[in-house]
């Protein structure tokens, strides 16, 4: 009896430790009033290793299951960053970072679809499965929601989660519950290796091409760029880039693209942080697109896609053509801790080059249509029956 005592007294030692390093952590992540004020700083620290020996105490004591010291200090992390209320300020385990890194270099395993947190309804919903991957063969649709993954509920604040279970080795298999409308449906579906393209293009009629950018992970850029010159070649003097359903990505590769398309010295996003310290960003070299352009967005349209389709309106390089845009004014910095997790954190409001807030209000158009409700559900939609494609190509002949 006294040996246990003994080791249960070693284990609480351990578990301060432990937190004493990991609070240690997260806390170099602190902001400057936490910097500046070391006293409320130990004061919390304090506080929070009390309460989790305290809780590991009760838990020793009178706990059936065998307790994992490692599963409970990651879920303290979730749970403590999660406990901000911003679903986009979030912590990664190790094999979440993996997944990620895989994700942003352009492949991964899983069945293929765009997700957004749909805020109105706190759930996930899906921008639009990808082409030729499991999820479109299955019948998914863009606008379900998904409800359950493998029989547990996920919410729109569990975006994250659902996601990393969705994923999973090649050749097993996910069972996923949506709602579509009023309609629950279930699906299983067979997990594979997903190649993401960043980019379709091709030439319209009257001289006009058409350039698609489904996200803005790493490589879509130089992507665009070849895509664009290959156009040239076959003598476009026209071009619509379509950003509807494009979720956003990494920043820099659309900033990338708007170098190819802005002056010089142009302005091309203004951020700031907590403090209200600025930046401003500006293109840095010469265009080499000079031709007149449409953006077609929709309410799926974010983050990345708003910083091009906003910086290219208020530059005067672009039409807007289609609906107001999702309205996700915010950057996120992604930090990898030295165990190889990491911590993706809210660090500032970006506006467009003319100082217009975009968080929470999206990107109006200059002309404003929208598909027909039946439409909407056409993943593969034919050039004659997309409205808004119509529109722009109208657009784009007066000019």
Not at 142 to 150: A, P, T
Not at 303 to 314: C, N
Not at 332 to 337: C, G, I, N, R, V
């Amino acid at each position: 009896m006294e040996d246990n005592k003994g080791q249960n007294i070693y284990k609480v030692i351990m578990l301060i430790l432990i937190v004493i390093i990991i609070t240690s952590l997260l806390t170099a992540f602190g902001t400057y009033q936490y910097l500046s004020n070391k006293k409320s700083v130990d004061s919390n620290l304090n506080g929070l290793e009390y309460t989790i020996a305290k809780f590991r105490r009760q838990l020793e004591e009178d706990y059936l299951g065998e307790i994992n010291d490692e599963d409970l200090i990651e879920g303290a992390i979730k749970g403590y960053i999660a406990a901000l209320g911003d679903p986009y300020t979030v912590y990664y385990t190790k094999e979440e970072m993996q997944d990620i890194m895989e994700e942003t270099n352009g492949n991964y395993f899983g069945i293929g679809v765009y997700i957004t947190f749909n805020q109105e309804k706190n759930a996930i919903e899906i921008i639009s499965p990808l082409e030729d991957t499991p999820a479109e063969k299955a019948g998914i649709l863009k606008g379900d929601l998904i409800v359950k993954v493998d029989g547990e509920i996920f919410t729109g604040e569990k975006m994250k989660e659902a996601s990393n279970k969705i994923r999973g080795e090649a050749g097993t298999k996910v069972k996923l519950e949506i709602l579509r409308g009023n309609e629950t449906k279930e699906f299983e579906i067979t997990r594979e290796k997903i190649l993401i393209k960043h980019i379709k293009a091709k030439k319209l009629d009257n001289n006009i091409g058409y350039i698609a950018i489904s996200d803005f992970d790493g490589g879509c850029a130089d992507e665009f760029e070849t895509k664009y010159k290959k156009l040239k070649e076959q003598g476009i003097t026209k071009l619509i880039i379509d950003l509807r359903d494009n979720g956003g990505g990494v920043v820099d590769e659309a900033i990338d693209i708007l170098n190819l398309i802005t002056d010089n010295g142009s302005t091309l996003l203004i951020t700031k942080d907590k403090n209200d310290n600025e930046e401003i960003t500006k293109s840095s070299k010469n265009p080499i697109i000079n031709m007149p352009i449409v953006v077609l967005t929709n309410n799926y349209s974010a983050s990345a896609s708003e910083i091009l389709a906003g910086a290219l309106k208020d530059n005067n390089k672009a039409t807007i053509v289609g609906t107001t845009t999702y309205g996700k004014g915010i950057i996120q910095e992604l930090h990898q801790l030295v165990d190889g997790s990491g911590l993706k954190i809210t660090t500032n409001e970006y506006f467009t080059p003319n100082r217009n807030s975009i968080n929470k209000v999206g990107i109006k158009p200059d002309v404003e249509i929208d598909l027909s409700e039946e439409h909407k559900k056409i993943i593969d939609l034919e050039e004659k029956d997309d409205e808004q494609l119509q529109k722009a190509i109208e657009v784009l002949k007066n000019k």
